[in-house]
């Protein structure tokens, strides 16, 4: 017979010296870093005159994209997301801004309309090197 509770040993074993806020995530998605995705957004607004402007694609998964961009976005702002791939493929995603992930970097959590299967599945195919984030 054992003296140790294997529970005790595996929370010892998983949580020793984590910052909490790591072990507090609860995302469902693969987030990809890539290199090879321009990224543009288009209809910030009426002042803006519908201009696309270019972005700087952080992370993507099939359910939204982390960008940083030259212009403020606002929290719940609509706006149609291109993304374009080396490869010539490109995706037009209706989305909204659903929080600002870094105001000193213009960093923006997008989240499309709805989830993108297609997009999923080929972020998959064309990844050729893995990234965690």
Not at 35 to 63: C, P, R
């Amino acid at each position: 017979m054992n003296d140790f509770d294997e529970n005790d040993e595996l929370d010892v074993l998983f949580n020793a010296n984590f910052p909490e806020d790591l072990l507090k995530n609860h995302r469902i998605a693969t987030r990809f870093i890539r290199a090879d995705i321009e990224a543009s957004v288009s209809d910030l607004g009426f002042f803006y005159g519908g201009k696309v402007f270019v972005v700087n694609l952080i992370d993507i998964t099939s359910k939204g994209v982390l960008i940083e961009s030259e212009k403020k976005l606002k929290i719940n702002q609509k706006l149609t997301l291109t993304l374009k791939f080396k490869t010539g493929k490109t995706f037009v995603i209706k989305a909204k801004v659903v929080r600002i992930a870094d105001n000193t970097n213009n960093r923006y959590g997008i989240k499309f309309d709805r989830y993108n299967n297609e997009l999923g599945e080929y972020l998959l195919e064309t990844q050729t090197k893995l990234v965690f984030k």
